[in-house]
């Protein structure tokens, strides 16, 4: 049966790192879906996703406000950095490193899959 919710009504947890003011809005939690792990994540200007790879999911990135510096590959493949606007998408296939940096408040809807837990591998601190 669908599921469905508002992100207005979601309350927005604290990432779990150090020094650091990002939040995720929990949509999956919300919404409980089989296939997927999507969320909501808000960075402040300045603040990074950690650099890392995922094992086995794709990720796809919908810019939703704000602008943010890409960087991606690194580690054997060649490394790649450009900026992604309001409205962008992004897919980054399993075992390519990204790291996203918020050159301005901003929000990102991220959609994992398949839908496996703890399934990222943090590279470096950067």
Known sequence: MPTHC???DLEAVPVDRSGTDASVLPVGYELRP???RPAVWTLPAGESTPYHRQREQE???L???GRFRVRTGGGGDE???FELGPRDVLVVEPETARQL???EDGELFI???PNVKD???VLDGD
């Open 111 to 113: 959609v994992g899959a």
């Open 59 to 61: 990720e796809l990135y």
């Open 6 to 8: 508002s992100l207005d």
């Open 101 to 103: 940096t918020a050159l």
């Open 79 to 81: 490394e790649e950095t």
């Open 34 to 36: 089989e296939e997927m």
């Open 63 to 65: 810019v939703l406000a």
């Open 119 to 121: 399934d990222g591998v």
